[in-house]
């Protein structure tokens, strides 16, 4: 009672899924992945253990499509079960069950599969396709993102909305290089799932988005004294130690510890120190 699309990029450096379905905590279900190794997504009527079967194959690099074959020649409940696969290497597989509630299908090509039953239409399928082939342009989790609205607006699960979910691993792409799981949101039960899992990963990427070295500005001189203010108007004054200590200390409070570079400073933790303190330095 869902739709997915599975995916990886370009490079083979970043797999995920994102999935959205009138069912409470499908994220809690469906995705499955391992970085540099692949993704699957399991639903209609779930065989959890296709999540960890199916990455054991991909970790020896069967194709996705056999791995999608083993998983369902094994399995006496195939006619229900609805399943994508993305390996490390070569086109996605997908499969659909003649038992899924109507209506119910699938697509895959390199680096991707779709797919989703008790649809409004195969135009749910097609949009998930055609939005992820056609924004290459975004950041992986954010394509992701925009196949699954697109999916959303046309038409989605026919029942209703409950929940969705977005699963991207990296290698040492998780907190401060401690995991590999660089995108891991969900959102159980909530009216608009989608929009609110767009709402949430514009704050997972603030808060955890890692710096571009081209944009950084050296924390010295005129760039150095509005730091020394802001914070000052933050209630982190500059000690001793000198600014690149407040900043450190004020980041960790704001959760943007991930974005501090020693010496300098990224623009987007600028903007948003000026954006909350700002008041407070005019008062």
Sequence with gaps: MTFSIVA???????HGI????????????????????????????????YRPQGLAMLRTGVPAADVVAGLIAADPGRDDRQLGVVGAKGDGATWTGPRCH????????DGWAA??????GPEVVDALRDAWLGR??????????????????????RRGRQSAALFVVQRHGGYAGTGDELVDLRVDDHR????????????????????DPATLLDLTGPV????????????????????????????????????????????????????????????
Excluded at 19 to 43: D, M, N, R
Excluded at 102 to 109: H, T
Excluded at 192 to 211: M, N, Q, S, W, Y
């Design 18 to 49: 994102a999935v959205a379905s009138k069912f409470l905590a499908a994220g809690a279900l469906v995705p499955a992945a391992e970085a540099e190794v692949g993704a699957i997504a399991s639903q209609a009527h779930a065989n959890l253990a």
């Design 102 to 109: 109507p209506w119910a299908g699938g697509a895959s090509g």
């Design 115 to 120: 797919q989703g039953n008790i649809l409004a």
């Design 136 to 157: 290459a342009d975004l950041p992986f989790p954010q394509r992701l993102l925009a196949a699954l609205a697109a999916g959303e607006r046309a038409g989605g699960d």
């Design 192 to 211: 608009d799932p989608v929009g609110e899992l767009a709402r949430l990963l514009d704050i997972h990427t603030l808060l955890f988005g890692k710096p």
């Design 8 to 14: 990886r990029s370009a490079d083979g450096l970043l």
């Design 224 to 283: 150095a004294d509005e730091v020394e203010a802001l914070l000052a108007a933050a209630g982190h004054p500059v000690g001793p130690a000198g600014v690149e200590e407040a900043l450190e200390a004020w980041a960790g409070v704001e959760n943007l510890e991930e974005r501090i570079v020693p010496g300098r400073i990224d623009p987007i933790v600028l903007d948003y120190l000026r954006r909350t303190t700002a008041p407070a330095a005019g008062a």
